[in-house]
């Protein structure tokens, strides 16, 4: 199947500054990536849809300017957490769909966010 | 609303049958997932169902009820490996993912 990868897999950074997360995918093109944040013992929460050469779509209530999202290639969309906070700590995924009808998603490894 | 309902937690035996059910109420319906997750990594995709019935796939099967708005992963054989969370998923019209909160699946020996 479609393989997609993050990195980095896991990131300590300090209170206030800004972590860059990539999504690729490795062997297909994805014009739209999705981005999650998981709490501990809790579902996925989608932050936002990554369109590519276009903005992204925020969910209420995500802050688009504390969460960058650029998609600028077919295989690429990065998520950057600026000015990070001990309440951004979480586990970010992103995924792919991997075919035309959205009806297989394929997702990154995850990345663990620890902020101090 | 859009709304995924699964149990919380559930535990079985090793080598037995386990049924996790879901229900969901999505806007517009484009498909209902299965997911595996194991504690600290990313969902493994199981399932897929758009139509109703069962697909099987192994030790898992799928089933979707569109007029009930249901579906159930069914696990045979179970194995230790096969403790994890398993996470529902409807898709709505515009093609997002409404998740469930995923059920825990505890094996015992």
């Known amino acids: 199947g479609a393989v997609v990868s993050q990195h980095p897999s896991r990131v300590i950074c300090k209170s206030g500054t800004s972590v860059k997360i990539e999504c690729r995918s490795l062997?297909?093109?994805?014009?739209?990536m999705f981005w999650y944040r998981q709490f501990p013992k809790q579902s996925l929460m989608l932050m936002a849809t990554?369109?590519?050469?276009?903005?992204?779509?925020?969910e209420q209530g995500v802050e688009k300017d504390k969460f960058l999202i650029n998609h600028a290639s077919l295989t690429l969309s990065t998520l950057t957490v600026t000015s990070a906070h001990p309440e951004d700590s979480s586990f970010y995924i992103c995924?792919?769909?991997?075919?035309?009808?959205?009806?297989?998603?394929?997702f990154g490894p995850g990345t663990r966010l620890t902020v101090l | 609303g859009q709304n995924i309902d699964q149990p919380t937690e559930m535990t079985a035996t090793e080598g037995a049958i386990v049924q996790i059910n879901c229900t969901y109420q999505?806007?517009?319906?484009?498909?209902l997932f299965w997911y595996q997750q194991h504690a600290g990594e990313a969902p493994t995709f199981l399932s897929y169902?758009?139509l109703d019935g069962l697909e099987e796939k192994g030790r898992f099967s799928s089933f979707l009820s569109r007029s009930k708005g249901y579906s159930y992963l069914l696990l045979k054989e179970l194995q230790m490996q096969d403790s994890a969370s398993y996470l529902c998923?409807?898709?709505?019209?515009?093609?997002?993912?409404?998740w469930g909160a995923g059920t825990k699946l505890i094996i015992k020996p």
């Open positions: 995924s792919a769909p991997g075919t035309p009808d959205y009806n297989e998603q394929f």
């Open positions: 062997d297909f093109q994805a014009t739209t």
């Open positions: 990554s369109n590519e050469g276009s903005k992204a779509t925020y």
């Open positions: 999505t806007s517009g319906f484009n498909g």
């Open positions: 169902n758009v």
């Open positions: 998923a409807g898709m709505d019209s515009n093609y997002q993912l409404i």
